[in-house]
């Protein structure tokens, strides 16, 4: 796990630079003065107000940086960034989302694109029977700013989901890891939510009753172009991972094992034959994709310190005996040995 500082360097993908406007909008009303907010950042303040500028990273968590210790992680700022930042602000991801025929293709459409988005975090979603399962990871996220950045990711969510659909998000409940579910207990009464402490990463669970109605605003061909609009910026920001990374984000998006290579050739709007060629194009291959990916996502769960059957059931298994054995083609050893040796290095109880 690399250090704070380590960890902010290492981001030198773009960013909006209207994410950070809104930033700079809410300190300044709490008083804090225009030149120390940019402070270190790089950022310009003619950047603030050029539109199509770009920042990186690095330079947002920066901003959030210098805010978080001028008011010493005050409780309720990231709520205020997050009520402010509307989805008009994501430009036309925000006009994709809007345009959406469903929901659900909504949902889809932004977890393809969440690093247009407002959020730091490693995320994943999984629909299970009736549910959508929403895994959100920061744990690469600097720790101090953790909580100012998910304070901000879930008041983002849950007022754009009421503005745009006109009712509360279907949120049946959630998980809030390392001991920051106090900061989000205000919008979550104001919500009438409820969240328990989990070990990580956290999650939010959606009723997904309705995710397939047509939305009034609905415009397939409107969504269409917006989303070409997205790719577009995705590979100006450096955040396209070509079909390699394409491949990963379909696996991810279909947990348990249950997708064939003919169901993601699909998904990508290719023939097998030509998704083979590109992997090898890339130096990989399907086969070297699921190991890795799965097996990357299981070790991450298990040295949380989940059960090996809480795994299986985040991972879409229908029980432990199954994943175990694809745990083991994975990595050669079983879930069990695997997860008791990191609870070993990391000193925890076995």
Partial sequence: MPDDDEAVSSWEWRRSVTLS???VEVARDHGLPLAECLRDTGIE???LTTPGMEVTAAQELALIGNIVTRFDDRPGLGLEAGMRTHVTTYGALGLALLSSPTARSAVDLLMRYIRMTTTFARTRHVYQDDTLLLYADDRA?????????LERDVAVLLTNWTAVYHAPA????GQVAWGLRPRLQPILDQYGLTATDGAGPHLVVFDTAGFDDPLPQASPLTAALFEEQCADLLRRRGLAKGIAGSVREVLLHRLGGRVSQEDVAAALHMS???MR???ADEGTSYRRLCSETYGNLAEELLTTGLTVEDVAYRMGYSGAPSFS???KQWRGVSPGRFARAAA???GRPI
């Fill in 277 to 279: 060629r590109r992997l």
């Fill in 170 to 173: 279907p949120i049946l409940g």
């Fill in 141 to 149: 996220v600097p720790s101090r700013l953790r909580g100012f950045l």
């Fill in 21 to 23: 406007a809104v930033l």
């Fill in 272 to 274: 097998l034959r030509t």
């Fill in 325 to 327: 054995n694809a745990f």
């Fill in 344 to 346: 070993e290095r990391h």
């Fill in 45 to 47: 303040p003619a950047q």
